[in-house]
């Protein structure tokens, strides 16, 4: 991407007399987040959608560098704040990046998505501070359409706002009836949060309610919008993820783990963080529902005997 540059001519002049209110104005009707920082990668400007997208207001981010505030990771969990961070590589060497990546919502929870970094430059054409620029690629549809509101509040844990028990066995038989007719496969995931009766055992009830959303924010933020989450009990949850096999399937449940794994809270004195273990079966035709489940409950619970924070898609041995 070239560098933006002032056009000359008679339009040099208007864009030169903008205001700083005015450029702050501009700045805050784009949608995409944005955010600018100096030489010492400490941001200076912060716009709403920045704000929609992250969560965290212009007072709390000003001053700060970005790996204060978003510790972005790639997709192999790996942290990009350090000698990898893309706005101080831009401000070193000058050059324009684009990236995928994951944020850290105020939240607790990673967010997918693609930014675009800039250096910015003063009259003499020095490097004076980077722009990023990013927007949220998470899937929108978190639930099918043409539900009625009744019906949809019916259909939703409240907790989490993903689907609840009742809705996710509609799904499930959904799927399986779409599999026989139509021969779609899908697979099915099975995810326990590890040693959750701890957390709510030291840090309180509220602080487990946090974690719960969290979890379920990062599950949801990152499946294709065709897929399906929701809360099947206190700590549990079911993916279903339409057109995989076996081999999709574990890469799909391994990035999901790596993302809860990275995600946390901030609590005054330390970071609040858990993994989960999975079981991950693909559907055959001839089984029910609960048969399904059931498969994937025990490989969920081979997870955990086998160290938890992994998934399992056979047993050791298989």
């Known amino acids: 991407m070239k560098e933006p540059t002032l056009p000359g001519g008679k339009n040099a002049g208007l864009l030169q007399a903008l205001d700083e209110a005015t450029a702050k104005l501009l700045l805050d009707s784009l949608h995409d987040g944005i955010y600018l920082a100096d030489k010492e990668g400490k941001i200076l400007f912060w716009n709403k959608e920045a704000e929609a997208i992250t969560g965290h207001p212009e007072r709390e981010v000003m001053g700060q560098t970005c790996s204060d505030i978003l510790a972005h990771i790639d997709d192999q969990g790996k942290i990009l704040c350090t000698e990898d961070c893309p706005v101080q590589q831009t401000l070193k060497d000058g ?4 990236l995928e990546a994951y944020l850290l ?3 607790g929870y990673r967010l997918p998505i693609s930014l675009r970094v800039i ?3 003063d009259q003499e054409g020095r490097i004076a501070g980077a722009a990023q620029i990013f927007l949220d690629v998470s899937p929108k ?18 907790l989490t706002e993903t689907g609840n028990q009742q809705f996710l066995k509609i799904a499930l038989d959904s799927r399986l009836e779409e599999m026989r007719k139509f021969h779609l496969s899908f697979g099915f995931l099975y995810v ?8 709510t055992e030291s840090y309180g009830k509220e602080m487990g309610q946090k974690i719960i959303r969290m979890v379920a924010k990062t599950l949801q933020s990152n499946l294709r919008f065709t897929d399906i989450v929701g809360r099947w009990g206190a700590d549990k949850f079911l993916v279903i993820l339409l057109n995989v096999d076996e ?3 574990s890469v799909v ?12 809270l901030p609590l005054e004195t330390e ?5 989960v273990s999975m079981g991950g079966v693909v559907a055959k035709k001839r089984e029910s529902s609960s048969e399904l489940m059931g498969r994937a409950e025990k490989l969920m619970l081979h997870s955990k005997w086998l160290g938890r924070n992994r998934i399992s898609l056979r047993f050791e041995g298989q």
């Open 247 to 249: 081999a999709k399937l």
């Open 95 to 98: 050059m324009s990046r684009d």
């Open 271 to 275: 970071t609040l963080s858990v993994t």
């Open 105 to 107: 919502h105020r939240d």
């Open 192 to 199: 326990d949060i590890d040693h959750f009766s701890q957390v």
């Open 119 to 121: 250096p910015l430059r």
């Open 253 to 264: 449940g391994n990035k999901l783990r790596l993302l809860v794994q990275s995600s946390y």
């Open 141 to 158: 549809l978190a639930m099918p359409p043409g539900i009625e509101d009744l019906n949809r509040r019916e259909l939703l844990d409240p």
